[in-house]
């Protein structure tokens, strides 16, 4: 029985993605993690300059409990991903752009998992004593430091609000990034890959357009100008430096 209705969903899932486009369910994780990532940084960026007291403490529960949240919808997400067809559209044209999108995809992927895995870490460092719940509900278990002695909770505190920031400036460079090259396969490429994921937003008529064309003017340019930065550097992978 389960089987089944596994099957026939991924053949639902099937059906969009031969259209270029992803499933409902895909859609859902993407525009639920989009507007926890922004409160997160929202609601962090504001906890962080409250004082010391119970709003504070109240304040980085809600955090800690919205990366919970957080790290059960990317499971999900990539879960849904291993299991769904893959959508072929516009954006897996060949070329840098394609090898770029696949990059940043990966980095958003280690920041969404990263983020809450390293606040998990801060918190059962810093507060190994204390019973973690969900909505004082479901109790969450801590991270097995409890052997380790102070100095080492220290630290592991430390390297884990590292990586915690890291993340963070990750994710505030990724976002901007990811919303132009958006835009741009709407507005300039004029292609089906933002109506795949927000099909209330029609796919635009296919013709050139001038910005179009300026932009592949700016990209010939810019492949011209690597080339020949490329052609300064003496040595190449393969290839041995001339002897003096």
Same mark, same amino acid.
């Given at each position: ?20 486009? %992803?499933?409902?369910?895909? =859609? ?48 999900? &997400? +990539?879960?849904? &991903?291993?299991? !769904?067809?893959?959508? =072929? ?10 090898? +770029? +999108? ?5 980095? %958003? ?11 998990? +870490?801060?918190?059962? !460092?810093? !507060? ?6 969900? @909505?004082?509900? =479901? ?38 990034? $990811?919303?132009?090259?958006? @835009?741009?396969?709407? %507005? ?6 933002? $109506? ?5 937003v029609p796919k635009p008529p296919r013709r050139r357009t001038r910005w179009q064309r300026r932009y592949? !003017? ?8 690597? &080339? ?17």
């Amino acid at each position: 029985m389960i089987d089944k209705l596994v099957v026939r969903v991924l053949e639902w899932a099937a059906g969009h993605a031969d259209e270029g486009r %992803f499933s409902p369910v895909a =859609i859902a994780f993407h525009w639920t993690m989009a507007a926890l990532v922004l409160f997160q940084l929202g609601w962090g960026w504001w906890m962080g300059r409250l004082p010391v007291g119970g709003d504070k403490v109240a304040a980085y529960e809600l955090h800690f409990l919205i990366g919970i949240l957080m790290l059960l919808l990317v499971a999900g &997400r +990539a879960g849904w &991903r291993l299991l !769904a067809p893959e959508v =072929i559209n516009d954006a897996d044209k060949p070329g840098w752009e394609s090898t +770029a +999108a696949r990059i940043t995809h990966y980095v %958003f992927y280690t920041c969404l998992f990263g983020l809450p895995l390293s606040g998990w +870490a801060m918190v059962s !460092a810093t !507060a190994r004593e204390q019973e973690l719940t969900v @909505l004082g509900l =479901i109790t969450w278990p801590l991270l097995p430091f409890q052997t380790l002695s102070n100095p080492g909770l220290w630290q592991v505190e430390a390297i884990a609000e590292w990586l915690h920031w890291g993340l963070v400036v990750s994710l505030l460079l990724m976002i901007p990034l $990811h919303i132009v090259g958006a @835009l741009k396969h709407q %507005f300039i490429d004029r292609d089906d890959v933002f $109506h795949g994921m927000l099909p209330i937003v029609p796919k635009p008529p296919r013709r050139r357009t001038r910005w179009q064309r300026r932009y592949r !003017a700016v990209e010939k340019k810019a492949a011209s100008l690597a &080339r020949r930065l490329w052609r300064l550097f003496p040595v190449r992978s393969g290839a041995r430096p001339r002897r003096s």
